[in-house]
């Protein structure tokens, strides 16, 4: 049996994780619940799985869920999470939580050898070199991003061999085969219907910048201790090769399967052995023709500043990743328009001032830093 803590449990990839808990409970063990304000659904995960610790962001709502659920113990805010990452009942968490509030109690769980499934993107774009410092990170940081976990299967047994590269494959989004110059008038509603990944609101946004495939890039170098120079990015429209490795010899093995996150968060819950999820299953026969192409990086322009970014062995990734965010909720809000994401973006990379970020602390400090200028210069303009 084991016992898995889930941070941002009302999130999709929190839901999935406890489908399966569901589907497999002789297996798992829910022991402790975070989320954010969706109390509701929280409400119900609370009755379902009665885990012993919980955490909600504001206090107010973990005082009301108290007397709702006395033999749970109800915590707040980011000391909540923090509180959570603690718990010694905990042999897996699994990280899920938006933001940098993921890197502290990550650093937390890894320092206490907990065993982390890592879904938030920010904890190693924004905080890889800081995770990389803690003892045992490497085998105990497991990836939960389809592309990612395809990296680790494929690599699974592969110890002895020369890595030469990996190959990151990326969808291309909705707007894969749009004009460039019909970009600036994409709407919210048109950005968030993704043509084969159901995603929370921000990651399918990247995804339709394609900002999510160069913060993967930054991603895949602290996981497997690649150089930038080993990281390429495939665009592939079917989804159904999630990624794929390149060896010494010119071998290429690739991990694919249907376009559902089961798998790799399933895979990532039991500690690298396979389960019968009850996802789609691939019929070659109708597939047809797979397709690759190089991605068009004048157009999707925030992959293009990510690449440069990945390159780079400074702060801009906590630049980029906290500038992104804000623009990101930007055009969700309806403030600025689809194209200007990448233009806040570069702004910031091109103006910040870096300095060495080594701590928790520091990432946090430029991140509230980069979000309150670039904050500032929207309020200017619009």
């Not at 062995?313 to 906590?318: K, L, Q, W």
Request: glycine content about 6%.
């Amino acid at each position: 049996m084991t016992n898995i803590a889930v941070f941002g449990s009302t999130g999709s990839i929190g839901r999935t994780t406890l489908s399966i808990v569901e589907k497999h409970p002789d297996r798992f063990r829910v022991r402790a619940l975070a989320a954010g304000r969706n109390i509701d659904i929280f409400r119900r995960q609370v009755k379902t799985f009665r885990p012993a610790y919980a955490s909600v962001v504001d206090e107010k709502d973990a005082a009301l869920l108290r007397s709702e659920f006395p033999d749970v113990e109800f915590f707040s805010g980011q000391e909540g999470l923090n509180a959570l990452a603690h718990i010694t009942a905990v042999d897996l968490v699994v990280m899920a939580v938006l933001g940098l509030d993921a890197l502290m109690p990550t650093c937390l769980a890894l320092q206490a050898g907990r065993k982390v499934a890592l879904a938030s993107k920010e904890v190693l774009v924004a905080g890889g070199r800081v995770i990389k410092r803690i003892k045992r990170s490497d085998s105990l940081l497991v990836p939960v991003d389809s592309e990612h976990s395809a990296i680790y299967q494929v690599l699974r047994g592969e110890t002895d061999n020369a890595l030469s590269r990996v190959i990151l494959t990326a969808s291309g989004g909705p707007f894969l085969d749009l004009p460039s110059g019909d970009l600036r008038n994409i709407t919210p509603r048109q950005a968030l219907k993704h043509p084969k990944w159901k995603m929370g609101r921000k990651i399918t946004i990247d995804s339709a910048t394609m900002m999510n495939k160069g913060l993967e890039m930054i991603e895949a170098r602290w996981l497997f201790d690649l150089r930038p120079d080993q990281i390429d990015v495939i665009v592939h429209p079917q989804s159904i090769v999630h990624s794929m490795v390149e060896f010494a010899d010119g071998a290429v093995l690739a991990q694919m399967g249907a376009p559902d996150m089961k798998l790799p968060i399933a895979y990532a819950m039991n500690a690298g052995k396979r389960l019968d999820i009850g996802i789609k299953r691939l019929d070659f026969r109708k597939l047809g023709s797979l397709n690759f192409r190089a991605p068009d990086t004048k157009k999707f322009r925030c992959l293009g500043i990510a690449m440069d970014v990945a390159r780079r062995d400074d702060g801009s990734p906590v630049v980029m990743n906290a500038a992104n965010d804000v623009a990101v909720d930007a055009f969700l809000r309806g403030r600025i328009g689809f194209a200007e994401i990448a233009d806040i973006v570069a702004y910031a990379v091109d103006r910040h001032y870096y300095r060495p970020v080594n701590s928790v602390d520091g990432v946090i400090a430029m991140d509230r830093e980069v979000k309150r200028y670039v904050s500032e210069r929207m309020d200017a303009s619009c």
